[in-house]
Each structure stands twice: as structure tokens, then as C-alpha cells.
């Protein structure tokens, strides 16, 4: 089984690369789980999890250089495929070339989690949406994230992608969270999977460059990304139909 | 509404319009921004905000196509980014007109609130208004209130989700992406 998720919210700061590693370890007590840094311009995974001294990345891969598996890196308990931020490598990247790491990466996972850009303004930073089964929206509770949540859901229906659920994240009041989240759900078209609060120990794991969920596994953020999962169902995917669908996606050259 | 053509100081795409607002409130700026959404570009609509400043502080809002002034036109500011914003330098006595206008005055603080609602800038902003006008025109009205307050408004929320989807169509067509 496979499928593939992109975690977006067309928006920075909604805490995109945190949400993503804390589903992945959530998701990685009953998956094999893998995260792919898909912002290639702005590059963060590695910051999370201890691997920016790797000189092997998605960029040498993007640029034909090494073969994926160079560029896959065990870490709590999942498989991670950090991005460089050099911008030599973000320049010689192919973006189009992300379909086949998906393709080759689909044959030995169960999940696979696209960190995606914090816009939707350009084709490769769409790409992750255009890519996945199913789209996780990060959203803080403002008008211009849900505002922009919702764009990314717009933007995954017109190109045929699922929206798999809303996460609110880095919630500061929690008196009328439920009101604001019983709202924004007759909109989105996925379940609101959870209100994560802002807290402290996401900054102190990002220091420590380290997922929420590795540093902190006991704080309120971590219980509520693993309540997410609970409502976040996997869906069976045959490995090669899923690999043979990325290889032949008619995502055309630059 | 229109206003006489300010000063430029300061031109940029940003994403977050709550950048405008600590901008003017750093520069103590006396004028006014004016927001452009990128899709207006894509989209050939005429759809503009602006929001207006006293030494720093907002003092009104209005927004054309649609048209909408004081609260609401802020909030279709805030649900329109990312932006072309420009910031002007312009005489108080030239804002005259637009802060006599009680549908577009807003109270100090409420751009920041449906802007993004970041707290401190929301206390930065209220410490330095005037105190009259914090007595008069504030409402208490808090962050998530304006966010429940968006969320009601259907109307607004179909049209946010119409433009994106036309906005996905014809990106599609440019970046030659299949679509559904």
C-alpha cells in the first residue's frame, strides 16, 4: 500500500515542516513512512532532523547527479529525503524529475510526505499538490491563512487531488478555537484533523533540530499532531499502480 | 473613494499584509498603503485595498471591486495575498475627507486583528494610538471573533474560492498541468 501526501497551506509560518514530521512520527507507529522535503527554493527538513551537514540531497538527485537512495537518510524512526539550500544546487534541480523520486520512493513505503512550498506562485512549488493523492492544509486560525487554505484546496480539486484534512496550527486562544474550527469546516472539503497550540518546546525542537515529536513527545502540540492521526486514515494504494502513475504523470518539461 | 497621490517611500510583493501595518507603525508613517493582489495581474480585475495612517496608526480602510469600506474592506484585504504594496507619505490634512467617513474608520487596532492577529503588534499599535481614540472607537472585539465573523460571511468565502479556482485554471493553462 502507498499513498501520498502533500502537507501545503500557500502560506509561511504556519508551521508546514513541523506539522509534517510530527504526522510522519505519528504516522510511523503503524506505516513505513516517508518525508520528502519538496521545497526545493526554501529548504527547511534538514534543520528539523539533524541533517544539514549532508552533502547528499533532493537537489543532487532533482539534478541528476545521485540516484534517490543516495539522498534517503533514517531518522526517527522514518525515512527522510532532506532538500540543500544552496542556490547552485536549487538552480541545476529539476523540478519535473520530483514525479520519478515519488515513483521510485513509492515502491518500498507506506506513506509519503511532501513538505511543500509556502506559496503557490510558481509551477514547481504546485508540483507537490499536482503530484499527491491527498493534500494536508496547514493553517493558522487568521483570515489570511484560511484564506489561503483555501486556495490550496482550489488548487488541489482543479488539478484532481484530495484534500485529506485542515490542520489549525500554532493556536494562541483557546477560548472560541472550536468556534472558528466548526465555521471553517463547511468549507474545506477534508475533516479539521486538529487545533495545535503555539508552544515553546516547537521552538526549543527546532533549536535542538530535532522533529516535536522526537524532543517533546509528551507536550500538548505532540498529543494533538498524534490525535490528527487518529482521523487521518491511510488509504490502500497498490505500490506499482502508484509508481506507474507518477512515471507516466503528464507533467511536461520546463 | 479616491485620494490624492501620495509620497512613495516604499514599493514590494509581500505575502503577509500584516507587514504593512508594523512598516507604518515603525516609520510613523502619515499616508497611506495601498494593496494590489498579484492575482488582479492574472485575473485583469481592478480589486484594491488601502488603509490609511496617523503617525503610524490605521485610521481607515476601504477597497474597491467589490467595494467595501471600514472592517470589511479589511478583511478583503486580508483574504486577497499575496500583494504589490505601495507605501505613501501624504499630509493629514489631505486624509481629511476619508477619516471624516464613519463606514471607513476602523479602530486602532482592528487591522492588526483580521490582518493576522499577532498580539504584540496588536499592543504595540495600541500603545501608541491616542487615547481618544482608543476610548471612542475600540470594541474589544477580539482576533478570532474577526476570523468567525470572515467565516460568516458566505458570500465572501465563495468568491475567495472562486478567483483561486479560476486563478488554478489558468495557471494550469500556463504551466501546462493537467487539470481534472
Known sequence: MVEVFAVASGKGGTGKTTSTLALG?????????????????????????????????????????????AAIYERFGMDVIPCGTSLSGFREADPARLREVVATVAEQTDVILLDSAA???????????????????????????????LKVQEYATTYGTGIAGVLFN??????????????????????????????????EARRASQPLLAYA??????????????SLTVRDGEEGTVADRFRNAVIPEL | MNLPQGRLLRQRVLSSPETVLTGALD???????????????????????VV??????????????????????????ASSGPYRLGLYELEESAL?????????????????????????LIERTRQRAPNDRLESESNG????????????????????????????????????????
Open chain 1, 25 to 69: 512520527m505519528a504516522l510511523a507507529d503503524d506505516y513505513d513512512v516517508t518525508v520528502i522535503d519538496a521545497d526545493t527554493g526554501m529548504a527547511n527538513l534538514l534543520f528539523h532532523t539533524g541533517l544539514s551537514d549532508r552533502e547528499t540531497t533532493l537537489h543532487e538527485v532533482l539534478g541528476g547527479d545521485e540516484p534517490v537512495e
Open chain 2, 27 to 49: 516609520r510613523r508613517l502619515t499616508g497611506y498603503a495601498r494593496l494590489e493582489p498579484q492575482e488582479t495581474l492574472l485575473l485583469s480585475a481592478d480589486r484594491v485595498g
Open chain 1, 217 to 230: 513527545p509528551e507536550s500538548e502540540a505532540a498529543r494533538s499532531y498524534r490525535n490528527a492521526t487518529d
Open chain 2, 141 to 180: 472585539r477580539d482576533s478570532l471573533a474577526a476570523v468567525e465573523a470572515f467565516l460568516e460571511n458566505e458570500q465572501q468565502i465563495e468568491a475567495i474560492r472562486d478567483r483561486a479556482q479560476s486563478e488554478a485554471e489558468s495557471r494550469a493553462d500556463e504551466w501546462n498541468l493537467p487539470v481534472e
Open chain 2, 52 to 77: 490609511t495612517f496617523v503617525d503610524g496608526v490605521p485610521v481607515a480602510a476601504y477597497h474597491t471591486a467589490p467595494d467595501a469600506s471600514g472592517t470589511d474592506a479589511l478583511t478583503e484585504i
Open chain 1, 119 to 149: 506559496t503557490l506562485g510558481s509551477r514547481s512549488a504546485v508540483l507537490p499538490i499536482v503530484l499527491a493523492d491527498r493534500v494536508v492544509i496547514v493553517v493558522q486560525p487568521t483570515i489570511p491563512a484560511i484564506s489561503d487554505g
Open chain 2, 96 to 120: 481629511d475627507r476619508i477619516h471624516e467617513s464613519e463606514s471607513a474608520r476602523v479602530p486602532p487596532e482592528m487591522p492588526a486583528r483580521v490582518l493576522g492577529g499577532d498580539q504584540q
Open chain 1, 170 to 203: 500554532r493556536v494562541t486562544q483557546d477560548e472560541g478555537i472550536d468556534r472558528v474550527s466548526d465555521k471553517a469546516q463547511q468549507y474545506f472539503e477534508g475533516e479539521i484533523l486538529a487545533s495545535i497550540p503555539e508552544s515553546e518546546e516547537v521552538r
